[in-house]
C-alpha cells in the first residue's frame, strides 16, 4: 500500500494531513505485523523452524526480533 504527499498538499490544513497520514501509516504497520505472526503460526503448526523459514521480504536477521517479541506474545492484537 502506498501513498504520496506533495509539497501543494501542504497548507492550511497540514494538520489533517499529518492526522491522515498517521492513520494511514499506523494501518499499513498493523497489517504488516498481523501477516508476520500469521506466517509465524503457520510455520509453527506445519513443524518447521520458524527462524529457517523468515517472512518474504524480512532478513533472516530481522526476523528474530519479530518472533522473540512479537510472535508469541500472548497479548498480541
Known amino acids: 500500500d502506498k501513498f504520496q504527499i ?3 498538499d501542504i497548507g492550511e490544513d497540514s494538520e489533517l494531513i499529518e492526522v491522515v ?4 501509516a499506523y494501518k499499513i504497520y498493523k497489517g504488516w505485523k498481523y501477516a508476520m505472526r500469521r506466517h509465524y503460526v503457520r510455520m509453527k ?3 518447521l523452524d ?3 523459514h523468515p517472512y518474504p521480504g524480512v532478513t533472516n536477521a530481522g526476523w528474530r526480533y519479530p ?3 512479537i510472535c ?3 497479548k498480541f492484537e
Open 6 to 8: 506533495t509539497d501543494e
Open 21 to 24: 497520514s498517521d492513520e494511514k
Open 45 to 47: 503448526e506445519e513443524g
Open 50 to 52: 520458524a527462524f529457517a
Open 67 to 69: 518472533i522473540d517479541n
Open 72 to 74: 508469541d506474545d500472548e
